[in-house]
DNA sequence: TTGTAGGCGTTATCAG
DNA sequence: CTGATAACGCCTACAA
């Protein structure tokens, strides 16, 4: 029962008879042995861990990606190191240069805001993406060697955007928290809806301070500067909320008088009264095949290095109805 | 320029001259060296990770805990190694299985989900805490070896059960979700206020599904079965979020026809229309608390096993008034 | 199928 | 202050 033995039966080798298996793993849980991490790391140059990069795992989108990820990781054993970088540039470097030193087997970023505007601030994720493989959730690298899966949010908003106007709104501005890159997404289906019917988009689109009551008192703002509009769309369920509280404040009739869309299909769009109409970018299906995905790289096997697919539009009580054949929805928690 | 001397320039040690560690330094920038964490761990014995487990990170009040403890390790430049248990005790022993095999410096167990009725089930936590020092938010394990911080909900329902009667209630109702550490410490409150307004206890508390139309249909049913209530206790801002869509649907006026109260201070509670009238349970004091108290344990400190500390009850929209002095309140999100 | 021995990249303990 | 050198605990040829 050698040293080399036991590491056998830890690694499952086959070249080891039934009987001292048993021997060894008798032994081992008799005397409470666990096996050294970090030696085993170094031998094996891997401890199965991924690091997940985030700004703000409270977001209550984003801790629902980090759920996700994590339960999916575990699924195929790997253990996850969770970073909440916040949205300084410095702190993401920060937080992956600690990744990288710890070795992680791989990274992913979820969220849109690890994009920046000035390519060479994205140095420093090409230069992570030579050492380990580097995932993107919503957000698409210039030149890559890094993986990413994107939800196509243009043609979602475009599509919400189409109908408020359809259903009647000829007012319509944009709301948004930053211009990530999710925002900028959004906003160009936007824009292309406006193009599409000769509608302007100068001073069409605006950008929000956090918080349901900020956003609000940002609507009411914006009303009392003379801006017209009859319909909001905002680039998440929280600010919808708050445009939301806006119209209840100001006595509007939803969706009678002002039209609301949210993003993401999260709890708060069927927390607010009335519910909000939102689209649904199934989180659950980019997380799995996010990872997925990762586990292939690992592998060593080829995968395309961009997907893409699409948000499902969810109808609830803040747009006007053409039909009434529409089944509730679920939200996606 | 020996191996030795890297080391030192590594570990900062003050044993080299300022000449020597420049050199060092100025070779390792050039050919991008990064030190191996895995040996590195093995000469240390730590890789300076602490273990979180939570249930469900995408849970909105645990998930603003996972948040805040990380940054707070993060600036000890400890790393967190995040797993989503679920609900499920083995899955638990799992998780903690495979932490506790990587070696990492710490526990945290966030959340009351961790405390079984059946103490032998808690077994393995009291293994754990042998091995590695073990934090317990909102949640006390008996014997203990295990350190915990906790909020005293029970009092905070039991304050605002008392408010309520105080307010007029005759016929309140508890409403949680399970019957955890937490959901029982809050009943007891809410027995506690009962009992001291000689009102009965039986049949006023239920267990609720998840989901906010899950719950307003729960309430539909239970006023349907013949149960006679005008205030609903939640133990959590979704429920009562829930609760409010119940008196929405049925067109009660809040709070004149029916109090609610939920807990947290989450977004969920500003979300809603009208706001909830909830309890502040001061994450951002738990979180800090317990890394400042995990830091000193880890230095060798003796540190109390047992922290406990008060809410804050957050007046809004979903509770009368008596006077009308206060201010508005932001909610801790 | 099993045991032996070298190597993984650091840290830490000694001498110099 | 600096340089050898023995741990650290495991993995993996290679030998038996």
Redesign the interface.
Request: with cysteine; net charge neutral; glycine share 4%.
């Given at each position: 029962m050698s040293i080399a033995t036991v590491s056998r039966v830890l690694n499952g080798s086959d070249k080891v008879s039934e009987a001292t298996r048993k021997k060894v793993l008798d032994v081992m849980e008799q005397n409470g042995y666990?096996?050294?991490?970090?030696?085993r790391?170094?031998g094996l140059?891997t401890?199965r861990?991924v690091g997940?990069l985030c700004a703000?795992?409270?977001?209550?989108y984003l801790?629902?990606v980090?759920?996700?990820l994590?339960?999916e990781l575990?699924k195929n054993s790997y253990?996850?190191?969770?970073?909440?970088t916040g949205y300084q540039l410095e702190e993401k470097e920060n937080?992956l240069q600690?990744l990288?030193?710890?070795?992680v087997d791989a990274l992913i970023l979820a969220g849109s805001q690890f994009i920046e505007d000035n390519d060479e601030d994205n140095a420093y994720l090409y230069e992570a993406a030579k050492k380990v493989p580097v995932f993107l959730l919503n957000g698409v690298l210039a030149g890559s060697g890094a993986y990413s899966v994107v939800c196509d949010d243009a043609l979602a908003v475009k599509e919400m955007t189409d109908e408020l106007i359809g259903l009647g709104s000829s007012h319509p501005i944009f709301l948004c928290r930053s211009l990530s890159y999710s925002g900028k997404t959004k906003l160009s289906g936007f824009c292309r809806s406006l193009a599409g019917h000769s509608l302007p988009k100068e001073g069409r689109f605006f950008l929000c301070p956090a918080?349901?009551?900020e956003t609000a008192g940002f609507l009411r703002d914006l009303e009392a500067q003379g801006v017209t509009f009859d319909a909001c769309l905002a680039t998440d369920d929280?600010l919808a909320?708050g445009a939301?509280?806006y119209a209840?404040s100001k006595g509007k009739r939803i969706p009678e008088d002002f039209q609301v869309t949210g993003y993401n299909n999260s709890?708060?769009s069927?927390?607010?009264?009335p519910e909000i109409t939102t689209a649904d970018n199934r989180v659950e299906f980019l997380c799995t095949t996010a990872v997925s995905l990762l586990m292939q790289v690992l592998e060593g096997r080829d995968v395309p290095e961009r997907t893409m697919y699409s948000a499902n539009l969810i109808r609830r009580a803040t747009t006007r109805r053409r039909d009434e054949g529409d089944l509730p929805v679920?939200p996606s928690?």
């Open positions: 666990t096996p050294n991490a970090f030696a790391g170094l140059n401890m861990t997940i703000d795992s409270s977001d209550i801790a629902r980090i759920y996700l994590e339960r575990w253990a996850s190191m969770l970073c909440c937080y600690l990288l030193s710890r070795n918080g349901i009551p929280e909320a939301v509280k209840l709890l708060l069927v927390c607010s009264t679920e928690k």
